[in-house]
C-alpha cells in the first residue's frame, strides 16, 4: 500500500499564543525585553549592544525596507552584506528565544507542557485503544514547522513521542515526524569545527533556571549565555536556527530535512497550514511546495488556518501560490488555540 500523508505547517502565528513574536513585531519583542528588569533580560553576551546597532541600522535604512519586518531587514543586511549587523541580528533572536522559546508550566507536581501544544499533539495522536503506549495517526501524520522553540518538542517528549527531526535514518515506525525547517535551540553545533547537529532532548533540562517561581520553568537547551552543552573540542555548542532571510544557508543536515520535506509533500493527501503567512519572499520554501505539488497525484486538500484568512489580500496570496489547486482550498479564519478544539482525525 502507497503510504500518504496528512502534512501540517506552522508558522509563527501557531506559538504566538505563548509569547513569541511574529516577523512583524519581532523588535517590538525584543526591545521590550532590552528594557525589561535583570531578571527578564536575555543571558545572550552583548544582547543590548545588538539591539542599539540594529536599532541604528534600521534609522538608517527605513526607506529602504520595513523596518519593523524583521525578515525585510535581514533582507538589507544581506544585500548590503553587513556582517556587523548580520552578528547582531543573530544576537538579537538569540536573546528573544532566551526567554520565550520554551516555556512549561509547573502544576504543584509535574512540569507540563504548553497547553495549546499538548492538546494539539493529543489530538494528533490519540490513544489506540486506551493504551498508553500506543497511538493512533503516528505513521500517516508530518508536522513542519518554520518555528525555533521547543515547545511541540517538549509536548512530544512529555508523552514519551520523541520525534523524529529528519537528522540520521529514520528506522522506528509509531514515532512522529517534526521536521524544523529552520533550525532550533536544542540543536547544537560547534562554530569552531563545524560539528554536525548534536540533539538535546527538551525534557533534559526541565527546571535548570527560574523565570517567575514557582509557575513557569525556562527550558533553554543551547541558546547563548545559557549553553550547557560542549563540542568534543570543548567549545560551546551555539544553537543551529536559520535566520528569516530570503538567502539562506540550508547546507550540512538541514538539507536532509528540506528533502525529506519535499518528499513529504509530494506524498500529501492533505496539506493544513496554520499560523503561516506563506511570505513570497521566502523562495526557497515556495520552490519546494511548487515542485512538490507538481509531482503529486494524492493532495485532495489545502486547509489554511490563520486569523487573517478574511483578508482578502492574505487569500488572494494563497491563491496565487497554489494556483492549480483552487477547488481544493479552504479558509478557516481562527486561531491555533481555537482550531485545535475542532480536529477530528
Known sequence: MIQKYHVYILGAGASYHAGLPILSDFFDKAETLCEGNKARQPACSGYQ?????????????????QPQNIEDVYRLALEFNDTEVLEALEKVVLGVLDLNGCLVNYDGKKYRPDSVYESFVEKLFPYEDGVWARRKNVDNTVIITFNWDCLIDYAMFYHTMGPYYGVGQYSKTNTPKLLKMHGSI?????????????????????????????????????TEGLGR????????????????????????????????????LEKAHKITLIGYSFPKTDTDFLGLVQKALDNTIDLMKIEVVNPSCAN?????????????????????????????YQIKR
Open 49 to 65: 549592544t545588538a539591539i542599539k546597532l540594529v536599532r541604528q541600522f534600521r534609522l538608517d535604512n527605513k526607506k529602504s525596507c
Open 186 to 222: 536544542n540543536w547544537g553545533v560547534c562554530r569552531a569545527c563545524a560539528s554536525a547537529i548534536k540533539i538535546t532532548p527538551p525534557n533534559d533540562f526541565v527546571g535548570t533556571r527560574f523565570i517567575e517561581e514557582p509557575v513557569e520553568f525556562d527550558l533553554r537547551v543551547v
Open 229 to 264: 552543552q560542549k563540542c568534543n573540542c570543548g567549545k560551546n555548542l551555539s544553537p543551529k536556527i536559520i535566520p528569516p532571510a530570503y538567502r539562506k544557508d540550508l547546507s550540512g543536515d538541514i538539507t536532509h530535512i528540506w528533502d525529506a520535506a519535499g518528499e513529504f
Open 312 to 340: 482578502i489580500d492574505f487569500q488572494n496570496n494563497y491563491k496565487d501560490i497554489f494556483c492549480k489547486h483552487p477547488s481544493k482550498m479552504t479558509f478557516c479564519e481562527q486561531r491555533f488555540e481555537d482550531y485545535i
